[in-house]
């Protein structure tokens, strides 16, 4: 086969219908019939996604005419043989609203490479130049492109050629279409681009401003210079959502258009600070997984679950440092760092998942479990996001009193991005803990089995307490008590144990909790109540109603399950102390404050 590029032509063929079409020109084929593959995932999102169940219509041509396709399996297709080039043309349907997929409309365009573009095996090596046209007619005269995609003939932020040095990179740069909203910074000499989409009063010079030091921060944390050239931020803007992911060169995030900044916002708000987070947390990635990544990601091989129990490292270390770099940064102070990895962990204490399954377990079972979460989850797994973030807070802590401060977690990660950052084979899955171990100065064999390969409690207690912080356990103040700080009502006297939501005719519980009231009782997830003791219950009111009374009361619930109304006899319980927040301990030694400022810095 002769080197010639591989050609890719790409166009919202029709938006009010949500369809991209698609075409592939190859220079010759496989003589044995060229056989075409569409990713069953996305580097990032660990679930199949079987992303071919959205190519609607596909057909192939030669100079012959006609050629006949059929398919091997749910991801593939085989073209019989023809002789000189071969094209292929399909549409895929693209409604999904969410960072990992395809979304077209009459708005905007929004694309993975992994949904859209078919890869033709044996050419996976070679270069590719994708064609993106706008849609046809004057209501999409005023559309650009979003990508970091290398222009080949494309105008800045326009449609026409871009390029790519094989598959695997054409896939990993998305394209935002439509009319956004742009602004540019930079960040250790590196320029960085936000484009947002979807209506939004974004203060952009603050936005800019508080992410040129979140860039600057991790960039300088790794070491100079970056390993990007250009950076991009895709930010689509809706009524309520959040979510990111992690690309080569940019981050697709999708936020509640009031978590961005407004003008004349005092401080930093809550929403604002999640958005900063999650902005801080994919852009760690372009470090962190993206470069230094599992071995078995080198290469991506995305017809199947590829499983590796390193994702607590991954994912969960990224957690660790993707608000403390808020906290080194200077955006949040030390106590709002605390409050924030209250909140982690009381995401993690809340759920009895934890006594059931380990955290090295989590990261291999992601693909069947944690993206497959359903009303049993909270009873049944762990998030290797945030049991994998107080985990790297106990490796740094532990790291930092086995070496007098000299060393930490950050020691790890520069030395990880030194040795696997460039190494086209990856990590291994015994490399964290074996160079941990090394930074240590001390064997960690007794700290990860613990840590990772038990159900165990860590050491958070002792570990924050020789750094000069307490631990403090209280029960929730209601279901929209997050934790991470002192009660700020009424403690409730008794609970039933269970996540609900109010509907129209009730209030449906969501998740039965173990060891409650509502499970003892027999009430299971999708049950609406609809009274209490004889009295309507509607939104609120059995969480208040219940917060009043005494535990080992009796109460009458009725409910419908599906369509049959069923009553059940509960006898409530006193609230479990699963809400943590952390303070900075009154009596802390000169030795003490001296680590607490080496990790968190001074007031």
């Not at 992601?366 to 973030?389: C, H, L, M, R």
């Amino acid at each position: 086969m002769s080197e010639q590029s591989v050609h890719y032509r790409i166009q919202p063929s029709h938006p009010e219908s949500h369809l991209f079409r698609v075409t592939l020109t190859l220079p010759e084929s496989d003589p044995a019939g060229q056989r075409l593959f569409l990713p069953a995932w996305i580097p990032g999102s660990y679930m199949i996604r079987d992303f071919a169940r959205n190519v609607i219509t596909l057909a192939a041509h030669s100079e012959a005419g006609e050629v006949t396709v059929h398919r091997d399996d749910k991801n593939t297709w085989r073209c019989a043989a023809v002789a000189g080039p071969l094209t292929v043309d399909w549409e895929v349907y693209a409604w999904d609203l969410s960072v990992r997929a395809a979304h077209l409309d009459t708005t905007h365009g929004y694309f993975n490479g992994t949904s859209v573009f078919l890869c033709a095996l044996g050419f996976e090596s070679r270069s590719c130049l994708v064609e993106i046209l706008p849609p046809e007619g004057i209501a999409y005269e005023d559309w650009r492109v979003a990508t970091t995609l290398s222009r080949h003939d494309a105008p800045e932020f326009g449609f026409g050629t871009y390029c790519a040095a094989d598959y695997d990179e054409l896939i990993d740069h998305p394209v935002e279409m439509g009319c956004f909203t742009l602004a540019r910074f930079e960040a250790c000499g590196v320029p960085h681009e936000i484009c947002i989409t979807g209506r939004h009063q974004a203060d952009l010079e603050r936005l800019c401003s508080d992410l040129t030091r979140v860039c600057e921060q991790h960039i300088r944390f790794f070491g100079e210079p970056a390993p990007v050239d250009r950076y991009l931020f895709q930010v689509l803007a809706v009524g309520e959502g959040y979510g990111g992911l992690e690309h080569r060169k940019s981050s697709s995030l999708i936020c509640s258009r009031t978590d961005l900044p407004r003008f004349g916002d005092p401080g930093l708000p809550d929403a604002y600070r999640s958005f900063l987070g999650l902005c801080s947390h994919e852009y760690f990635h372009a470090w962190n997984v993206k470069r230094i990544k599992p071995a078995v990601f080198s290469p991506y091989r995305l017809d199947r679950e590829r499983h590796t129990r390193l994702l607590w490292a991954f994912e969960g270390i990224t957690s660790y440092y993707d608000d403390l770099a808020l906290r080194r940064a200077g955006l949040i102070t030390r106590e709002g760092y605390l409050a924030l990895l209250g909140q982690t962990a009381t995401r993690v204490w809340r759920g009895s998942g934890r006594h059931k399954q380990t955290v090295a377990d989590s990261s291999f079972d992601a693909w069947t479990k944690f993206y497959k979460q359903d009303e049993n989850a909270p009873n049944a797994i762990v998030s290797y996001y945030t049991k994998g973030a107080l985990v790297a807070l106990c490796l740094d802590l532990t790291i930092r009193l086995a070496t007098d401060g000299e060393r930490s977690l950050d020691t790890v990660m520069r030395l990880l991005w030194q040795r696997y950052g460039r190494d086209p084979k990856g990590v291994p899955e015994s490399a964290v803990e074996t160079l941990a171990a090394q930074v240590a100065g001390e064997g960690l064999d007794g700290f990860f089995d613990l840590a990772l390969r038990s159900t165990e409690e860590l050491p958070l207690v002792d570990l924050l307490a020789s750094h000069g912080i307490e631990l403090h356990l209280r029960p929730a103040t209601g279901e929209s008590d997050k934790g991470g700080c002192p009660a700020s009502g009424p403690i409730p006297t008794a609970e039933l144990r269970a996540r609900t939501k109010s509907v129209n005719d009730g209030l449906q519980l969501t998740h039965v909790l173990d060891h409650g009231a509502a499970q003892a009782a027999g009430l299971s997830a999708g049950d609406v109540i609809v009274a209490m003791d004889g009295l309507r219950v509607r939104g609120a009111d059995l969480e208040q109603r219940i917060a009043v009374s005494s535990p080992g009361q009796r109460v009458t619930v009725h409910a419908f399950r599906r369509d049959e109304l069923m009553q059940f006899e509960l006898k409530l319980i006193a609230p479990a102390p699963d809400t943590v927040y952390l303070l900075v301990s009154d009596d802390t030694d000169p030795s003490t404050q001296r680590r607490l400022e080496q990790w968190l810095g001074s007031l």
